[in-house]
Nanobody, 124 residues
Framework: QVQLVESGGGLVQAGGSLRLSCAAS????????MGWFRQAPGKEREFVAT????????YYADSVKGRFTISRDNAKNAVYLQMNSLKPEDTAVYYC?????????????????WGQGTQVTVSS
């Protein structure tokens, strides 16, 4: 099993920045791709960003492209999400996910482990 713990969420004004972190523990050699998803109240969980094991490939939702950056540090078993130019519509609970697959999936079905989430609130 792999445990994922997110941190770094909080309240920020529109235009501000936050950096989310996700620390993995347990069988950290059992996953490859990692990603971030988010879920706003009353909405389905949606894809935000994903990164392959090597970090050579990253993919983003159109809504965050150019504002968010995903990165990972395999030595620390961690993945990060740098969020800049935040907008009120970015308000959601952000979830870290890890998957067995080598290809970085945009679907929640492509991931096997999930964190508990961290709240991000952007005020206008």
């Amino acid at each position: 099993q792999v445990q994922l713990v997110e941190s770094g969420g909080g309240l920020v004004q529109a235009g501000g920045s936050l950096r989310l972190s996700c620390a993995a523990s347990g069988r950290t050699g059992s996953y490859n791709s990692m990603g971030w998803f988010r879920q706003a109240p009353g909405k389905e969980r949606e894809f935000v960003a994903t990164i392959t094991w090597s970090g050579s490939s990253t993919y983003y939702a159109d809504s965050v492209k150019g504002r968010f950056t995903i990165s990972r540090d395999n030595a620390k078993n961690a993945v990060y999400l740098q969020m800049n130019s935040l907008k009120p519509e970015d308000t959601a609970v952000y979830y870290c996910a890890a998957g067995w697959g080598y290809s970085a999936s945009r679907s929640p079905n492509g991931y096997n482990y999930w964190g508990q989430g961290t709240q991000v609130t952007v005020s206008s």
